[in-house]
């Protein structure tokens, strides 16, 4: 006879007697798994992904070295005395006496004579300015004001703001009266009106607001030239993805990314920033950085064509224009007496020797700066060897033509 086994009377035996053994094990530690970890060896870390010994190679990790036998001609210095236009004194060198001087010797050694300060502010941060790089070098600065938007206003409260106030642009012709009496030069305005300062009901402050119109108009009335940064490269307005050619720089730096609906579209910034050029023609408005569009040279050519009143510098853009070498001479030949020289300085010398290779030679494919990662996208350069009329256009008498006090003070240094 075969007795019959419950199926459930054995769980409920084996599944007590299960857990008291799985707790006794944790209890004095399983010594024999335990032994057998301790004689595992660990494992070797993953293979860096260099491209070597045929693993895969990571962006960061990719150095390629040209191959290219052509000729090189590293110039220790600019042929001609040089007017940088473009330069940020309290930005860059925080107002450190020390690191001026180590500017000054760097011009020296580049044959650049004179700089236009960018950072002067206005009221008590202007005559800190002033006392900072006038005090020793009144004659290789100028300076140019900048506006206060803000204020003592709260950052998060845009309301509190000073230019909300209606009196502000009256104030501001005021202060910029004030500024051309003792000494200033022009008026720089930064990109952060356009795209990044919101009025209190959450649109951005537009650079063609009505408001701003009586400051625009008193620097020509006074003479000052303005100089205005108006959106940034293309690349900034665009996916960060497979399809950016700056991916690397704006994986670095994802704060530059201006793309999506939160930001505004990198056309309308430049069509307010170029509304005024056209509703104030007494004024000359300065592009910075080619007018931030040296990626279509044909577009700022017909900008140039349309205002009279409109030049460009070239700071921080050379890595754009020497891709494009043939069609960027062409630009140079044709404006040379509306391009101005600017590096975004201060910079060191090695950040400049690829400008004078740049402007002065024909040399091919080479870096333009000294990082050992391009800093604004992955490619080389190539020089556009400018005739000598066009580089001293381009290198001081276009300033000297343009900016206040640039004329004279290169005259006192012959």
């Not at 430049?270 to 408005?285: C, D, G, M, N, S």
């Amino acid at each position: 006879m075969i007795a019959f086994i419950n199926p459930i009377h054995v769980l409920r035996t084996l599944v007590p007697l299960v857990a008291m053994m799985l707790t006794a094990s944790i209890t004095r530690g399983d010594e024999p798994a335990a032994a057998a970890q301790a004689t595992t060896p660990p494992l070797a870390p993953p293979a860096p992904l260099d491209g070597r010994d045929g693993r895969d190679l990571t962006l960061e990790n990719f150095r390629p070295q040209s191959m290219l036998a052509v000729p090189v001609h590293h110039l220790p210095r600019a042929k001609f005395p040089v007017v940088d236009v473009h330069v940020h004194p309290r930005i860059r060198l925080h107002h450190s006496p020390e690191q001026l001087d180590d500017f000054v010797r760097t011009m020296d050694a580049h044959n650049i004579a004179l700089c236009v300060s960018l950072d002067g502010g206005l009221g008590t941060a202007l005559d800190e300015h002033m006392a900072y790089v006038w005090t020793k070098y009144r004659d290789r600065f100028v300076i140019f004001a900048n506006i206060d938007w803000r204020g003592d206003g709260r950052a998060d409260d845009p309301a509190s703001w000073d230019c909300q106030r209606p009196d502000f642009a009256r104030r501001m012709v005021a202060a910029l009266e004030a500024a051309k009496a003792k000494g200033v030069s022009g008026l720089k305005v930064f990109k952060d009106l356009g795209l990044v300062y919101k009025n209190p009901d959450g649109t951005y402050i537009r650079i063609d607001d009505e408001r701003w119109s009586p400051i625009w108009a008193a620097c020509g009335r006074l003479g000052l030239p303005v100089i205005i940064h108006s959106g940034d490269p293309t690349a900034f307005f665009l996916p960060i993805d497979e399809k950016n050619e700056r991916w690397e720089e704006l994986h670095r730096h994802p704060e530059w990314s201006f793309y999506g609906p939160d930001f505004p579209k990198r056309d309308d910034l430049l069509a307010a920033y170029l509304k005024i050029v056209e509703r104030h023609p007494q004024t000359t408005f300065i592009g910075a950085h080619v007018s931030n569009n040296a990626e279509d040279l044909a577009a700022v050519s017909s900008w140039l064509d349309k205002y009279p009143n409109l030049v460009v510098e070239i700071a921080s853009r050379i890595s754009e224009l020497g891709r494009q070498p043939y069609t960027a001479r062409k630009f140079f030949l044709k404006y040379a007496d509306r391009i101005l020289f600017g590096t975004d300085g201060p910079r060191a010398a090695g950040r400049l020797f690829p400008y004078w290779r740049f402007m002065e030679t024909d040399d091919e494919y080479f870096a333009y700066a000294e990082n050992p990662f391009p800093p604004q996208g992955l490619w080389n350069i190539y020089g556009i060897y400018l005739p000598d009329e066009v580089l001293k256009k381009v290198y001081h008498e276009n300033a000297a033509r343009i900016i206040p006090g640039v004329r004279e003070k290169l005259a006192a240094r012959k």
